[in-house]
């Protein structure tokens, strides 16, 4: 079985214990609820590090609506028995009051052009309860390598600036979005779509498509581009979109020209959930973009 570490105490001298072996570490924070796409990172951890620790913590603080945290999937016997096929060493599962003892009050928050735009826009308070735990995990854990999704795009480019900004030494990989077959990108929050739903939802994947072949037949304008975006995402029955923006990936700043390289980036909802996507335009298959985005040491 995984080892399980439920006390933050125990996963300091677990951690401390590898580094003073000379053990690397990697690590992948997750949310549970584990899917295709957290494996993929566990694999990429477990082929680059002696040891691989995952966390496994539903965070309070980056949580904007109360019914989301509560309606969180959290199996975790079934998430413990994934993470063990996948040769995880440690599961650190810590409860709300390990991470947030009584009288917490330190946050942190990397600010400004990264966190104001896209997910930052609309969910106030989010990034903030990201790079809160995610300092935190990084200061019990301390590894080598942490590995996030390029589907949380702008966590991903907030986490690489914290970790710059902060000199915190870890070295953060990021690796592409893991899809179903017909291409909608797996999400936890994807267990709550109904049917119908799910047949709807497929149709981000499709709008993102249609975004990569406008950019292949020479579209360059990115206001077409979003706006046939948006077209796709009505017909196939998404009528409250959140965002459709191309950006740039590392300094998320909106591009009026479609070069290859930029990303178009979706929020949209479901019914009542909210799911997320990116592509990359231009480039081919995503792996090949992020090949050279893909590591970044500090
Ligand atoms: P979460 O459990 O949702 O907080 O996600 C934990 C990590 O898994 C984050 O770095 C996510 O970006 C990553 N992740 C989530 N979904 C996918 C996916 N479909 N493909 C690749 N990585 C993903």
């Known amino acids: 079985m995984v080892e399980v570490i439920k006390t933050t105490g125990d996963?300091?001298?677990r951690a401390a214990l590898s580094r003073a072996r000379g053990d690397t570490v990697?690590?992948?924070?997750?949310?549970?609820?584990?899917?295709?796409?957290?494996l993929s990172l566990i694999r990429r951890a477990r082929a680059e590090n002696d040891?691989?620790?995952?966390?496994?913590f539903v965070n309070p603080v980056q949580f904007d609506r109360n019914d989301d945290y509560r309606g969180y999937p959290r199996p975790l016997e079934r998430d413990l028995a994934m993470a063990y096929e996948e040769g995880v060493d440690v599961a650190f599962v810590p409860d709300v009051e390990q991470v947030y003892p009584e009288g917490y009050s330190t946050f942190i928050e990397v600010r400004g052009s990264l966190t104001d735009v896209l997910c930052g826009a609309?969910?106030?308070?989010?990034?903030?309860?990201?790079?809160?735990?995610?300092t935190k995990l990084f200061n019990i854990i301390r590894p080598d390598r942490a590995y996030f999704g390029q589907k949380d795009l702008q966590q991903a480019a907030i986490i690489k600036r914290l970790v710059r900004d902060l000199n915190m030494g870890v070295e953060v990989v990021t690796l592409p979005t893991v899809r179903e077959a017909d291409g909608l990108a797996l999400s936890s929050r994807n267990r709550h779509l109904s049917g119908e739903q799910r047949r709807t939802a497929v149709s981000i994947h499709?709008?993102?498509t249609?975004?990569?072949?406008?950019?292949i037949s020479g579209e360059m304008d990115t206001a077409v581009i979003v706006c046939e975006v948006r077209g796709v995402l009505n017909e196939g029955g998404i009528a409250r979109i959140d965002y459709v923006s191309v950006v740039d990936p590392e300094t998320l700043e909106e591009v009026s020209e479609a070069r290859p390289g930029a990303?178009?980036?979706?929020?949209?909802?479901?019914?009542?959930?909210?799911?997320?996507?990116n592509t990359a335009l231009g480039v081919g298959p995503e792996s090949q973009l992020f090949m050279h985005l893909n590591v970044e040491t500090v």
């Open 122 to 134: 609309s969910r106030p308070g989010h990034f903030r309860g990201v790079t809160t735990v995610v």
């Open 206 to 208: 499709r709008a993102l």
């Open 11 to 13: 996963m300091k001298a």
């Open 210 to 215: 249609r975004a990569t072949e406008l950019l």
């Open 51 to 56: 040891v691989v620790i995952i966390s496994i």
């Open 263 to 277: 990303v178009v980036a979706v929020a949209a909802w479901v019914g009542d959930i909210r799911l997320i996507d």
């Open 26 to 38: 990697g690590f992948v924070p997750t949310m549970g609820a584990l899917h295709e796409g957290h």
